[in-house]
């Protein structure tokens, strides 16, 4: 792998640039090899831009998932790093 963590080739800018600017017709799932799910999404034009919106909400955050369940990241992660999970930010 590059400097870019990468799944099976597919960038992170890729994928974010076109789920901004294509993602209402799912192209960004058919890149990371969602293809059922690349469909449903251009046929709804984007799940009425809702499924659009959340997809680049995850993406952003680097949660979004390529069709084997492996993050696409913007960066190498060094060390034990892990993202935090949500229940850990609510003070309880």
Do not use: A, Q
């Not at 800018?13 to 999404?41: A, D, E, N």
């Amino acid at each position: 792998m590059g400097h870019w963590r990468e799944m099976e080739g597919k960038g992170y800018w890729w994928l974010f640039f076109l789920c901004l600017f294509f993602g209402t017709f799912g192209w960004h799932r058919l890149y990371v090899g969602k293809v059922w799910s690349g469909v449903i999404m251009c046929l709804t034009v984007g799940g009425v831009g809702v499924l659009w919106v959340v997809d680049l909400l995850f993406i952003i955050l680097g949660r979004f998932k390529d069709k084997r369940g492996k993050r696409i990241r913007p960066y190498r992660l060094r060390g034990n790093f892990s993202y935090p999970k949500l229940s850990e930010h609510t003070g309880h």
